[in-house]
């Protein structure tokens, strides 16, 4: 096999004696070569290939060593999914691109450090992984895609790229041993559900350009003690920090009242929302934050 150049899609899936690849002349890899190679342990690959293509390796839930070309640009989705033993990943300082669900359910993977060049995170691309405690994010993201994170219930570090301008819906949802993030000063949209259910994560601090903030986007974060919000902020969502019992600041910079529901702070008790000062009566002539409990502004 070692002086093969060209593998097909589909080409080696379901070899379930196959234990072990080398190749070092690799032009071309087809989607879903080696997919379902359930005792494929070691892979080797070197040549020409700038991508490696959907399904690749999925289901290869033996596969505890990966080397791959240093020129690698892609990561195609699901090219990993269900690698289940996989506990350490070189991402190719050439990287640009990580499709959706590339990772998603590598349930051993401990650390990701993705390489400065890349643009694009797709979707459920971590999702799942429940043994990731680190993750470092370089590059240019603009965004953190939808569920990118999900249940990756281990996570307790990540640091994300000063250009990210939105996190998506459920992207860290269930990371529950998280007790904070620094969340760059380009950040302007935070999706539905993004940090639901974290249940460690102890304080939050919005930077300035946020202006809107989604629904659920903190229920059931059951030790978040302070919440600093933005002073661009306009909206906050229906139940965005509902069932929050141990929020006892919240801490608002908008002059003017962001808009929320009845819900948004629903079974949060015992909290002090601080004002900007001179904005105490803008924020009691609103119908919806007249009912917030305790209003006091900052000196």
Request: charged fraction near 20%.
């Given at each position: 096999?070692?002086?093969?150049?060209?593998?097909?899609?589909?080409?080696?899936?379901?070899?379930?004696?196959?234990?072990?690849?080398?190749?070092?002349?690799?032009?071309?890899?087809?989607?879903?070569?080696?997919?379902?190679?359930?005792?494929?342990?070691?892979?080797?690959?070197?040549?020409?290939?700038?991508?490696?293509?959907?399904?690749?390796?999925?289901?290869?839930?033996?596969?505890?060593?990966?080397?791959?070309?240093?020129?690698i640009s892609e990561i195609g989705s699901s090219a990993f999914?269900?690698?289940?033993?996989?506990?350490?990943?070189?991402?190719?300082?050439?990287?640009?691109?990580i499709g959706s669900d590339a990772f998603s359910n590598c349930?051993?993977?401990?650390?990701?450090?993705?390489?400065?060049?890349?643009?694009?995170?797709?979707?459920?691309?971590?999702?799942?992984?429940?043994?990731?405690?680190?993750?470092?994010?370089?590059?240019?993201?603009?965004?953190?895609?939808?569920?990118?994170?999900?249940?990756?219930?281990?996570?307790?570090?990540?640091?994300?790229?000063?250009?990210?301008?939105?996190?998506?819906?459920?992207?860290?949802?269930?990371?529950?041993?998280?007790?904070?993030?620094?969340?760059?000063?380009?950040?302007?949209?935070?999706?539905?559900?993004?940090?639901?259910?974290?249940?460690?994560?102890?304080?939050?601090?919005?930077?300035?350009?946020?202006?809107?903030?989604?629904?659920?986007?903190?229920?059931?974060?059951?030790?978040?003690?302070?919440?600093?919000?933005?002073?661009?902020?306009?909206?906050?969502?229906?139940?965005?920090?509902?069932?929050?019992?141990?929020?006892?600041?919240?801490?608002?910079?908008?002059?003017?009242?962001?808009?929320?529901?009845?819900?948004?702070?629903?079974?949060?008790?015992?909290?002090?929302?601080?004002?900007?000062?001179?904005?105490?009566?803008?924020?009691?002539?609103?119908?919806?934050?007249?009912?917030?409990?305790?209003?006091?502004?900052?000196?």
């Amino acid at each position: 096999m070692n002086s093969l150049e060209k593998i097909g899609s589909n080409a080696f899936e379901d070899c379930k004696s196959l234990t072990s690849v080398t190749l070092d002349k690799l032009s071309k890899l087809g989607s879903s070569a080696f997919k379902n190679c359930s005792a494929l342990s070691t892979v080797s690959l070197q040549g020409s290939i700038e991508k490696l293509n959907s399904n690749t390796f999925l289901g290869c839930t033996s596969l505890t060593s990966v080397n791959i070309p240093s020129n690698i640009s892609e990561i195609g989705s699901s090219a990993f999914e269900k690698c289940q033993s996989l506990a350490e990943f070189e991402f190719p300082t050439s990287l640009t691109k990580i499709g959706s669900d590339a990772f998603s359910n590598c349930s051993s993977l401990r650390e990701a450090v993705i390489p400065n060049m890349v643009k694009s995170i797709g979707s459920s691309a971590f999702e799942g992984c429940t043994s990731l405690d680190s993750v470092v994010v370089g590059g240019f993201l603009t965004e953190i895609d939808s569920k990118t994170f999900y249940k990756c219930n281990a996570l307790r570090h990540i640091t994300l790229p000063a250009s990210v301008k939105k996190i998506g819906t459920k992207a860290f949802q269930e990371c529950s041993m998280l007790q904070g993030i620094e969340l760059p000063a380009s950040l302007v949209t935070i999706d539905d559900d993004a940090f639901e259910k974290c249940s460690m994560l102890q304080g939050i601090k919005l930077p300035v350009a946020v202006t809107s903030i989604g629904s659920d986007a903190f229920l059931e974060c059951t030790m978040l003690a302070k919440a600093e919000l933005s002073v661009a902020l306009k909206k906050i969502g229906g139940s965005a920090f509902a069932k929050c019992p141990s929020l006892r600041e919240v801490i608002l910079n908008s002059p003017a009242p962001p808009s929320i529901s009845k819900s948004t702070f629903k079974d949060v008790v015992s909290c002090t929302f601080w004002l900007p000062k001179s904005t105490k009566t803008l924020y009691m002539a609103n119908k919806d934050w007249v009912k917030v409990y305790v209003l006091k502004e900052k000196e």
